[in-house]
Every structure is written in structure tokens, then in C-alpha cells.
């Protein structure tokens, strides 16, 4: 149990959870057959898992050399092999349910996992570090669309979307921990740019991403009071970031709402997908 415990603490089980959910949200809105749906979470599930440890894997000597002690694989509670094993374990499953619901999703859900580990096999300290999250985000609403029967990719508009959610998510989740980064040689945009510079230009992109489900949507017969209400959540968390960097900086607050503006547009896209 403690191995158990141990590896699943080293998947980053938060984000993990958060992109199963989003999954399976974005399959009840397009309609997936039960078992498809079944299938596409459990599928995505274990891409993120293999995610996940790949990273604490292949980053263990510099977690070990800032002292992570929030680190399963630092603590030495579970040997980094038996992380690897788990890793390609979770990669095959994802890979082979994928297979299952059909080439097209397969061939998304495969671009999309590689996209994934490449970030964490040495992108992240390159200037273009955010790429993959930009290619592995927009690929993503159609993870669902692709699991049906007579498979489609996502309007741009969603795709869009999900690449503007996944550069949010890389352009202020790696802030705090710019320092230890810098310390272990990895540079990747977000440090090159700086906190203020990162936490602008996420603010921008979610913001412009949600004028872009509003518009999208709109044109294909969503509800407009509840697509427009959700943009003007959007903004109004936008607005507040502005507001708290003009007074405090790029401090975790404004982190915390950037993210906050992040979740409120992924359920957007969740709804807008589903009334759309």
C-alpha cells in the first residue's frame, strides 16, 4: 500500500483529477454512448498518469536538489523504476482503450500524450515550453467528438479554447516555483518573460478565449443569457487579477485567480459543447 500510495502521489493526482473530470464532462455534452464514455475517462485517466510520473521520474535529481520533500520519489517512498514501470504501464492502457474507440481518437489522444512527455523530457526549459500545452489542450475537446461512432474533431472555437486553457495553465502554474527552476538549469517561457509578463498574457488569452466559446457558440444555437454570463464571469476575474498585480504583484492571490478564470472557462466550453 505504501507503493500504491506513493505512486499515485507522484501522478500530481490534482490536475489529473481535474482533466478526467473535464473528460468526462466534455463526453455527457457531446452525447457519447455510456460505454464510450466509460472508455474515453478511464483512456484519458491513465495518459495523465503516465504524465504524471513520468515527470517525477525524470525530474527527481533536480526535485532531490531543492529539497522537494513533498516528492514521493524524493522521500524515497516507492523506487524511481518501479515509477517508470507504472508510467509505460498507464501509457500502453491509454494507448489500447484509445485504440479501441477508433484511429481518429487514437491518433489525437497519442499526439496529445506526446506533446505531454516531451514537456517533461526537456521542453519545459526551452523558450517554446509552451507549446505543448498549447498542442495538448487543443487537441483535447475533441478527445470526446472523436470517440463517437462517426468521429469529428471540435469546432476551432473549442480548440481554441482548450489551447488558450492549457497556456493559462502552464504560464501560472510554474511561477512558484521559479526559483528552484532556476537553480536546476531549467528556463522554459514563463522565466524567461518573467511572473508579471506570464500572469498578463494568461489573463489575456483566457479572456479572449472566452469572447471566442461566446461567439462560436452563439453561432450554433447556444443559449445567449448563459454563454454571455459566463464571458462576463470571465472578464470580471480578468479584471480583479489586473487589479490585484497593479497593488500586490504577481503574488499567489493573483495565481489562485488566474486559475479561477481558467475553471470558469473550461466549464464554459463544457456547456457551450453540450447546448451548442
Request: zero cysteines; proline letters at 5%; glycine letters at 8%.
Amino acid at each position: 500500500m505504501r507503493t500504491v500510495r506513493a505512486l499515485w502521489g507522484a501522478t500530481h493526482p490534482g490536475p489529473s483529477l481535474v482533466v478526467t473530470v473535464l473528460s468526462l464532462a466534455l463526453g455527457i455534452a457531446a452525447g457519447v454512448e455510456p460505454w464510450r464514455i466509460v472508455l474515453l475517462v478511464i483512456a484519458v485517466f491513465a495518459g495523465q498518469v503516465s504524465v504524471g510520473l513520468s515527470n517525477d521520474a525524470i525530474d527527481l535529481f533536480r526535485d532531490a536538489t531543492v529539497g522537494r520533500a513533498d516528492k514521493p520519489l524524493v522521500r524515497g517512498d516507492t523506487r524511481v523504476r518501479t515509477a517508470w514501470i507504472a508510467a509505460l504501464i498507464a501509457l500502453g492502457v491509454a494507448v489500447i482503450l484509445s485504440a479501441v474507440l477508433g484511429w481518429a481518437m487514437l491518433l489525437a489522444h497519442v499526439i496529445a500524450l506526446a506533446f505531454a512527455w516531451s514537456y517533461n523530457a526537456g521542453v519545459k526549459a526551452t523558450p517554446v515550453s509552451i507549446v505543448p500545452f498549447l498542442v495538448s489542450f487543443g487537441i483535447f475537446p475533441s478527445l470526446a467528438t472523436l470517440s463517437e461512432p462517426s468521429p469529428q474533431p471540435a469546432a476551432l472555437w473549442a480548440a481554441f479554447a482548450g489551447a488558450m486553457l492549457g497556456a493559462a495553465v502552464h504560464l501560472t502554474n510554474v511561477l512558484p516555483d521559479l526559483d528552484d527552476d532556476r537553480r536546476t538549469g531549467v528556463r522554459g517561457l514563463p522565466h524567461r518573460i518573467g511572473p508579471a509578463a506570464s500572469v498578463v498574457l494568461a489573463v489575456a488569452g483566457i479572456v479572449v478565449a472566452a469572447i471566442a466559446v461566446l461567439v462560436g457558440s452563439l453561432t450554433e444555437g447556444a443559449p445567449a443569457v448563459l454563454m454571455i454570463l459566463f464571458a462576463v464571469v470571465v472578464i470580471a476575474i480578468a479584471g480583479a487579477v489586473m487589479l490585484r498585480m497593479r497593488r500586490r504583484g504577481a503574488d499567489r492571490t493573483g495565481f489562485r485567480l488566474v486559475m479561477s478564470a481558467a475553471l470558469v472557462l473550461a466549464l464554459q466550453l463544457v456547456v457551450a459543447s453540450g447546448t451548442a
